[in-house]
């Protein structure tokens, strides 16, 4: 079946520094897809559209110049966190939709990065 | 902005019970996912409500869409420890390829 890979899976970073997550569709193109954060014991905040080839569209409250979104390809989009600070750190999930035949409508979540920013 | 509440945030049951999670929209939905997200996972999709009235069966678990197309629930017979995790409905307005997660319910399950 389709899968979604996030990488890395966990990540520590000084507080200050950027870091890159990726999120991969494995065996399908996706022209979209959704980042989202999710605090501990909370439900999924989406952050976020990425759209290949064009600019992401962020959510209201989401600060687009330090969450920098870029979808290259049909198959991979990256999220960096700039200037990341301890209020950052927090589990960022990304999903992809898969429109291919009957699963057309099937939406596939990646692993999910942890990131601690200390 | 769209809200989706459920209800209850929090469910116990003794293993071999009954569960039942409710999910309500401020808006009307096109349609309705479920998603099961186990401790430490990430959420993974369980089923999509697109008709209003609709009802899916998947083994033990039956998953229905409201007439008005504003409210879901699911229900799980005779609940298994692998039944554990939280549950997360989330909707989708018309239109939109944007979901938005309801707050969850999170059952445990006592052996």
């Known amino acids: 079946g389709a899968v979604v890979s996030q990488h890395p899976s966990w990540v520590i970073c000084k507080s200050g520094t950027s870091v890159k997550i990726e999120c991969r569709s494995l065996d399908f193109q996706a022209t979209t897809m959704f980042w989202y954060r999710q605090f501990p014991k909370q439900s999924l905040m989406l952050m976020a559209t990425s759209n290949e080839g064009s600019k992401a569209t962020y959510e209201q409250g989401v600060e687009k110049d330090k969450f920098l979104i870029n979808h290259a390809s049909l198959t991979l989009s990256t999220l960096t966190v700039t200037s990341a600070h301890p209020e950052d750190s927090s589990f960022y999930i990304c999903?992809?939709?898969?429109?291919?035949?009957?699963?057309?409508?099937?939406?596939?979540f990646g692993e999910g990065s942890w990131l601690t920013v200390v | 902005g769209q809200q989706v509440m459920q209800i209850p945030q929090y469910q116990h049951v003794q293993e071999g019970e009954d569960f039942t999670t409710y999910c309500n929209s401020s808006?009307?939905?096109?349609?309705i996912q479920w998603y099961k997200q186990r401790p430490g996972g990430h959420p993974v999709f369980l089923i999509q409500l697109v008709k209003s009235g609709e009802v899916k069966k998947q083994k033990r678990l039956t998953f229905q869409f409201g007439e008005a197309k504003k409210n879901s629930s699911l229900h799980i017979t005779a609940t298994q420890t692998t039944d554990v995790g939280t549950y997360f409905c989330?909707?989708?307005?018309?239109?939109?390829?944007?979901?938005?997660f309801g707050t969850g319910t999170r059952l445990t399950i006592i052996p």
């Open positions: 808006t009307t939905l096109s349609n």
């Open positions: 999903s992809a939709r898969d429109l291919r035949g009957t699963s057309g409508n099937t939406i596939y």
């Open positions: 989330a909707g989708r307005n018309f239109g939109n390829e944007k979901l938005t």
